[in-house]
Every structure is written in structure tokens, then in C-alpha cells.
């Protein structure tokens, strides 16, 4: 890929792009401390660490129309959505925070004519308003729980807003004349207020009566020019008649059954979901569940879980991704943390819950991001199978191409948003119930009763293209994963490299690899020196920023990134600060871009 600027979209020019270009060491650096120099030039970021400029143009037309100067919006794609953040922020906000609190959800208006395929979208938005004081933990709450609104989402919703075609839901439920036009659109399509309303006065109470207006030829003409207006502005570009057919090429991708391209407007042509999918019997399409982004898997699969179960504290096993142990730690009773994942650590646990501890669920990745350790899923399902607990694998990192975890889990999360997308330019996530599991009657139950889809149909389109050739992406990133681990092993300046086929967790990882899987196209290496590590950051030739699971090489110095105010933490738990993250791409000849990066960290002069 060629050179991107610091602060661009990584990839160059893409609206709703996942990551930004962070070009060398220091740059990562500024990010961290919000230096200008750094900040003032990004077009974007990490999704649920930056909000996406559309998102944030739209909260300050709420505000201006709605708010007060003092507030500021975290906008959220439906009421149930924005009140958990405003029990979030309830909960951790200091009291002086909480004086200016609002939330405003906004609807379609039904008083105005609006095309049934925009009406079918629920283009709904839900707004917490809050003052700066209480901003930081509304947007604790977005970053932790990905419940916020996607950027396609409010870049749609904002334009029906300046339509005025969102308005507070109080607003749409209350008494409204029965006729009332569109004031915008083209002037063609505007036509002077038909009288539908009168009103009297009697006991100081305003009555409100409405008289049935015929409409004249020119009215009825109005009325259907309007409606093909709003259908070309907004109908044609959310076309959503193929949007269950690709929610269920989505499922059917994830469940291992859908292999090949189809048509999507032809469902006779996807094949059947086979009860045995996955290794597992009795499994069916409705036990995976698709939401915005990979956290949001996991935040629903803890929040089912203590609904379907008693409240107790739950197990972070192994080194995480920084927000799981967040959502453990932050919603509901807690959490204990083993960071390494070792087999000495089961041993803690095990005499834990040989002692009468008892726990929710043991939450784990596999492999681990970023070390690329994996537990020991068997002796985990055994002991969990002995002392009631449920366990929850997140297999991103790994995929369901190279490993099957399902047989050991109770529920299997993962980001779409990674490989399985693989063009950065879209956020997803899932989730799946093993209808084997002890718990599935009452997490079954849960979710039919709590959950609330909230995947907005642009995303759907774009994951379900981006994904249909997810299997055989996954075969040439492995390929290339390892040839860069042999060129960084063979370098002296390398003091490790992190890789499932090279870890000393590869038996466990064994155990759940598929006959033709690989090892995955994450690594992560350190060298001998923080200034080796710099120089042979700032020297790679590949994009350079946050996220993984890209088709093209994505490096990061990825604790700095996702650790920098806990680098001495991190490093408790046998995280190198600086570690460099490397995702792996489908291009050619990435072991020459490395050993060209390697033969710059040579120049490195290091005094003794």
C-alpha cells in the first residue's frame, strides 16, 4: 500500500473507514497525549475510540435545535440504547454532572408522507444530552458497549433531520393535524399550508378539531411528487429488500454452510442451514445473532448472561482486548483478571472454585490479542461443566475458517468487522448460542425477550460484499503470516515473535484447529530495543494504525496504542510496551517490505 499522510483515512479516501494512519512511532505517541500536531490533522479514527465526524456534525444540529450551549450529544440508534448510557453515566457520574441530563429520541414524523421502504428502516436516533462534566462517561459507556449509532446510520438520519423529517417522539405521538406538507425539497414540491386545523377555547383548555380536506388534482399531484422525491433522496439509496436475504448470507457465512457467492434475490438459491454446522447438532440460523460492532457481541452476551443467570462476578481468562475486561469490570458485580492465561492460573482457579467461589462466566480470546496465546479450552469446558459457569469465546483473532471453538463454548462472539469484512470500511459483529449448552434455554429466552436489532441495513449491505470471499482471503493471509514469521525469527535484532504456530500454547490451539486451517494473520514481535522497535516502525512500508483484519499488512506498536496510561500494568502481565502488532495483508512479497524494515533497524547505533 502506498505512503499514507498522517491523519488520513486508512484506506485513502473511504468516507467510513475503521482506521487512521499513524504513520511512525512518535505520531502514535501525539495520538495518545491528544497533541494537535497529531489530532488536528485526522479525518478519522477508530470507531468506538473516535467519533466519526458525521456523527459528531449531527449531535451539534441536535443540540443547536434542542439543546442548550452548555450540552453536549452522544447519539444512540434507539431509546433502549440511550437509557442504558444514561444509567451508565447515573451510575458513575459524580451528582453535579447529572443537573443538565436529558435524552430526545428522534422518529419519523408520521404526519408527513414518507415511502414505506424508508419507513421500514426505523431510521431512529436517541440523543443523550449531557453536560461537559458528564460527556467523559457517556462516551466510557459508547467506547465500552459499541451501542453507539453507526456512521452510515447518522450520516442517513441526519439528512431526513434537516428534511425535518426526524422529530421528538413526543412531538410524533401527540395530536397532529391530519394534513401537512413537506416545507422542503425543491421548490417545485412546495405549496402554501392547507388550513387543517381550528381551535376553540373551552374551560381555558385548547381543543384541537380536525375536518377532512379534499385534496384537488393539484394537492394529490403535490402529495405524490413529494413522496418521489423523498424516495429518490432516501429510498434509492437504502434499498432494503435485500437486506434480510443478506443478514441470512451473513449468518450462514458465519454458521459454515454458505461457501460460495449467491444471488440475494433469491433465497432459494442459499443452501440449507445443516443441523450438524460448526461440529455442533441441532444448530440453526436464529442462534446467531448480528450487531453493530465485535464489542457489542460481547457486551450483550455478559448483559444476557445476567439476566439468564444469577448476578456474579465473571472471569477475564488470559490477556484481553482492552474493553472486555471494561464491560466485566464496569457493568454488573465484577470481575476477576487472570492475565496470563496460563495452566498455573487454571490451577488458582480451579482452587477457587474448589473452595465454594462461584462465578458467572469465564470470558477468553483465542488465540489473544496481543500475544496470540490460547487457553486451555478443554480443561476450561471441564471445569465449567463441574462448577457452573458459562463460558464466552471470542475467536476474531482465530476465525471459524482456521479453529472451531464452538464445541467448548456456550457462546462464540466475534468481529465482523475485521477479517471478515477485510476492506476497513464497516463495523459488525455476532454472536452464537450453542443450543447444546446448559444455558441456552435461558439465554434463548433472554435474548427473545431483550434483544433489539440495531444493525443498520447500510452496514448489513456492506459486510454481506465484503465477506463473500472471507474463506479464501483467509488461506493467503495465512500463508503470508507465516512466511514473515520466518523472516523475523531468522533476525537477530527479533528477541520474539508471538504466533500461534510458535507459542507454547500451540497444543491448545491444536486441539481446535480444522484439518485445513492455518495459524491465523496475526502476529506480534519485539526487538531488542525501544529504539530497534522505532526505527523498524517508522521504516516499514505498510499502512500503519489501528484495527486488524485488514486485506492489506496493518502495524500498530499496539500497546502504546491500546495501553499507554498502563504500560507498567501491561507489562506485569508480560506485554512488552514496546511490542509491534502486525496484521497481515493478501499482498505480495511482504518478506521483502520486512527485511527492508529490519535492515533499517540495523542502523540503529545503540550506546552500552
Known amino acids: 500500500m502506498p505512503s499514507i499522510e498522517l491523519g488520513d483515512s486508512i484506506p485513502p479516501n473511504t468516507a467510513h473507514a475503521v482506521s487512521v494512519s499513524l504513520p511512525t512511532w512518535e505520531s502514535n505517541i501525539g495520538y495518545e497525549e ?196 423523498l424516495e429518490e433522496r432516501y429510498g434509492r439509496n437504502l434499498d432494503l429488500s435485500l437486506v434480510p436475504n443478506a443478514k441470512s448470507a451473513i449468518r450462514r457465512r458465519i454458521a459454515g454452510v454458505l461457501t460460495e457467492n449467491i444471488d440475494l434475490k433469491s433465497i432459494t438459491t442459499f443452501p440449507t442451514m445443516d443441523s450438524n454446522a460448526r461440529g455442533i447438532s441441532n444448530f440453526k440460523e436464529d442462534d446467531i445473532y448480528l450487531v453493530p460492532c465485535g464489542m457489542n457481541a460481547i457486551f450483550t452476551t455478559h448483559q444476557a448472561l445476567l439476566k439468564a443467570r444469577e448476578p456474579r462476578k465473571s472471569i477475564n481468562f488470559g490477556f484481553p482486548y482492552v474493553d472486555t475486561l471494561k464491560i466485566l469490570q464496569k457493568f454488573g458485580p465484577g470481575a476477576i483478571f487472570y492475565g496470563r492465561g496460563s495452566s498455573e492460573d487454571l490451577d488458582d482457579l480451579e482452587s477457587r472454585l474448589q473452595s465454594g467461589e462461584r462465578f458467572l462466566g469465564l470470558f477468553c480470546e483465542f488465540p489473544g490479542n496481543p500475544l496470540l496465546s490460547c487457553p486451555d479450552l478443554v480443561r476450561i469446558r471441564r471445569l465449567a461443566d463441574t462448577y457452573d459457569f458459562a463460558v464466552v469465546v471470542d475467536e476474531t483473532v482465530g476465525t471459524f475458517v482456521n479453529v472451531n471453538v464452538l464445541p467448548y463454548a456456550d457462546v462464540v462472539v466475534s468481529s465482523l468487522t475485521k477479517i471478515f469484512s477485510g476492506d476497513c470500511n464497516v463495523m459488525g459483529g455476532s454472536m452464537i448460542l450453542n443450543p447444546n449448552s446448559r444455558y441456552y434455554p435461558s439465554l434463548k429466552s433472554v435474548m427473545t425477550a431483550e434483544f433489539e436489532d440495531t444493525y443498520w441495513a447500510e452496514d448489513v449491505i456492506f459486510m454481506e460484499r465484503n465477506s463473500r470471499d472471507f474463506r479464501s482471503r483467509i488461506d493467503r493471509v495465512n500463508a503470508n503470516a507465516e512466511a514473515i514469521c520466518e523472516v523475523l525469527i531468522a533476525h537477530p535484532l527479533v528477541t520474539k515473535v508471538y504466533y500461534p504456530k510458535y507459542n507454547e500454547s500451540r497444543p491448545n490451539y491444536e486441539v481446535c484447529k480444522l484439518p485445513n486451517g492455518g495459524y491465523g494473520g496475526l502476529l506480534s514481535c519485539t526487538l531488542k530495543t525501544k529504539a530497534h522497535a522505532m526505527a523498524f516502525y517508522d521504516a516499514l512500508e505498510t499502512a500503519k494504525g489501528p484495527s486488524l483484519g485488514t486485506n492489506f499488512t496493518l502495524t500498530s506498536p499496539y500497546v502504546v496504542l491500546a495501553h499507554y496510561q498502563e504500560l507498567d500494568w501491561a507489562a506485569s502481565y508480560g506485554v512488552n510496551p514496546d511490542l509491534l502488532r502486525i496484521s497481515v495483508g493478501l499482498e505480495d512479497d511482504l518478506t521483502s517490505i520486512f527485511a527492508r524494515a529490519l535492515k533499517a533497524a540495523e542502523t540503529v547505533q545503540v550506546t552500552e
Open 34 to 229: 491528544g497533541q494537535e500536531w497529531v489530532v488536528g490533522t485526522m479525518v478519522t479514527g477508530y470507531p468506538r475510540f473516535f467519533i466519526h465526524k458525521s456523527i459528531q456534525a449531527f449531535g451539534r444540529d441536535i443540540i443547536a435545535k434542542y439543546g442548550t450551549a452548555e450540552q453536549q450529544a452522544m447519539l444512540f440508534p434507539t431509546r433502549k440504547t440511550a437509557n442504558r448510557c444514561l444509567d451508565f453515566i447515573r451510575d458513575k457520574a459524580p451528582q453535579s454532572a447529572l443537573a443538565s441530563l436529558d435524552v430526545i429520541h428522534l422518529v419519523l414524523d408520521p404526519a408527513k408522507k414518507t415511502p414505506e421502504s424508508l419507513q421500514s428502516a426505523t431510521p431512529s436516533i436517541s440523543a443523550v444530552l449531557c453536560s461537559a462534566e458528564a460527556y467523559p462517561f457517556a462516551k466510557q459507556y459508547w467506547q465500552h458497549s459499541g451501542d453507539g449509532v453507526s456512521s452510515r446510520r447518522a450520516e442517513f438520519c441526519h439528512g431526513l433531520f434537516k428534511e425535518n423529517l426526524l422529530v421528538p417522539a413526543d412531538y410524533a405521538s401527540s395530536p397532529r393535524p391530519v394534513q401537512q406538507k413537506l416545507c422542503r425539497g425543491p421548490k417545485r414540491y412546495r405549496r402554501t399550508a392547507s388550513i387543517d386545523d381550528t381551535s376553540n377555547v373551552s374551560n381555558g383548555t385548547q381543543q384541537h378539531q380536525q375536518y377532512p380536506v379534499k385534496l384537488t388534482d393539484d394537492d394529490q399531484t403535490d402529495t405524490l411528487e413529494t413522496s418521489r422525491f
